[in-house]
RNA sequence: AGGGCGGUGGCCAAGCGGUAAGGCACAGGUCUUUGGAACCUGUAUGCGUAGGUUCGAAUCCUACCCGCCCUGCCA
């Protein structure tokens, strides 16, 4: 048969199955590609991730841990975690452990490859000096003022420091003083001699080391001088064999710099590679924001769910697996980005769905009560604990003559499209039996419904009609009797605007912090099988939403942290109808 | 203004001179014991703008516009 191949053939032949997996290239994999092509590493691939140990790993870390350690393992090399510590102010043992806890956790093992840069501080001293004797380096007694008015603009030119030709025997012996505690704190530097007048900031004489006396959490007092980021960096780099130092695009113009030192040094050099970091909408990501929140109680500490922390994703309920998922579908480029939450949640829920066992809980209860069943009777009902899983296996629930079922899911006056529970209509409650509504008991102020009565059809155990009838819609519920009480934290996004670093009016982001992020729900009712539930279990709550232990369960109390709600299309019905 | 880097649909992102992949979102629909999931269909005559080179340009050239980063002894 001769016929032209249109788009929608195309589109059967290659299913979704196949058209889903995230683009299995990006221009870093080509430039190591070219690399390995070239031999120029002899085709090594060694990666690192170098964290500063200052507050803990958020999601746009993951990105970069994905970026990093992900490449390593594609061209079957290997990675490192480095802990970039050169600066005691900030640093804090408490974080190092937060850090690999993290690490572990998203599922990557740099094995015995654990390195810190402040190990490194005596080669530092050592190159330091080497640079002194090549005339490449002196020390500079400008106070940060000074310097900062000799270091010209982005405009005009810098001037060169007047202690910048010192021989190098002054300055071999006024460093060894710095070192040697014989100066007040910032009172010297050591600079790197370079260019006062580039383009480049970054290359305008660097200072490499400056005088503080602050004891470091790994060293102690054994140091007063401290090297900078520049000065470590791409040297630690150097020293673990990196290949491909990979790091964001805000250090792209320090490339030039990182190079220079590796070239004066005289030693092997690594190729630093830059791109974009994550933005998210709805949220902040960086340090000292995330710092804010926590130190100010905006939010719950570190690990508080609404925050885009590994800690906190994890405690909402994010798998590490769903956030390796997301890092691999964004991509990697180096162009400004801002990906939608609901990007994220796509991840979350379709891992989930796959393993998370279903269970009933009615968040919002209202009692109904069914006239003609059994008084004191009781089923066990048998239920599968997961569709999308044939070996998840089933469980049993009981049902009784009352039972919890969501305020949501009846309406006396229902509109169109409402498929649920309504005065003579007919339901089916999931793994029990159809039930009608007969009528509702109103309190006689309130108008608020106290009691829903219904009859239900004892031909249809199980959700199945002999006869074939059809029931549009099919509620959860809970058995009044055998009901557990719990606790469910119900999480909206931290901030009301998209941007919120970056609104349209405003200069000052925390003002947009969401005062409804977190919605606490203490009357919920869930079916007695979650008694046996640990803390980081997770359900999807059948026909809500995808839900977690939080450790703050107690033996009186079961708390349940909302992950992400399921998709609702009801929900946009009614806001369409609005 | 100097330097660096970016600009492909609402949000990401392939594309690497041969006639715009894919994902998320959105909109319809099929199916359904979760209004979930799954499945199907639709959504850029267009790649920041204007010129140019070429049989042919998102890809090459020129100019311009816009955005982000850089003036810490932070990383």
Redesign the pocket.
Known sequence: MNHTR???????I????E?????D???IK?AIEEDIASNRFDSRVHTRF???P?GYLHIGHAKAICISFGIAENFGGLYNLRF????P??EEHEFVEAIKRDVHWLGFDWEDREFY?SDYFETLYEYAIKLIEKEKAYV?????E???SF?????EPGKDSPFRERSVEENLTLFKGMRDGEFP?????LRAKIDMTS????MRD??MY???RSPHYRHGNNWCI?????F??GQSDSIEGITHSLCD???????PLYDWFLESLEIYAPRQI?F?RL?L?YTVLGK?KLKILVENGHVNGWDDPRLPTLAGMRRRGYTPESIRDFCN????????????I??L??SI??DL??RAP?VMAVLNPVKVVIDNYPEGQVEMMDADN???DENAGTREIPFSREIYIERD?FMED?PR????LAPGREV?L??AYYITCENVIKDENTGEILEIHCTYDPE?????AEDGR?V?????WVSVEHAVDAEVRLYDTLFTEREPE?SADGTDWVKYINPDSLEVLDDCKVEPSLLDGAPGNRY?F???GYFCIDPDTSTEKLVFNRTVA????????QK?QK
């Not at 290659?14 to 199955?17: A, I, S």
């Not at 058209?19 to 683009?23: K, R, V």
């Not at 500079?140 to 940060?144: A, Q, R």
């Not at 249809?460 to 199945?464: K, L, Q, V």
Request: hydrophobic residues 20%; aromatic residues 6%.
């Open positions: 249109t788009k929608s053939d195309h589109n059967k290659n299913t979704k199955e058209d889903n997996n995230p683009p290239t990006n221009f080509q170098p964290p500063e200052s970039d510590d050169s600066n102010i900030t840069a500079c007694d400008l106070t940060p000074q310097m900062r270091r010209g603009t982005l405009v704190d910032g009172s010297r530097t383009p480049n900031l970054n660097p200072v400056r005088v503080l401290y090297p900078t980021y520049d470590t960096h695009v805000q250090f792209e113009d320090h490339r830059e974009a933005n909408t000292r579908r964004i991509g990697v480029s180096k162009s400004d980005n801002l990906i939608e609901s990007q949640e796509y829920r379709d769905n796959r279903r997961n569709p999308e899911d229902p499209k409402f498929y649920r089916r999931k793994h249809t155990r199980g959700g199945w059809r549009q819609g099919t509620l959860h970056n999807q059948l026909r809500i399921l998709r609702d299309s009801w929900a946009k019905i369409g």
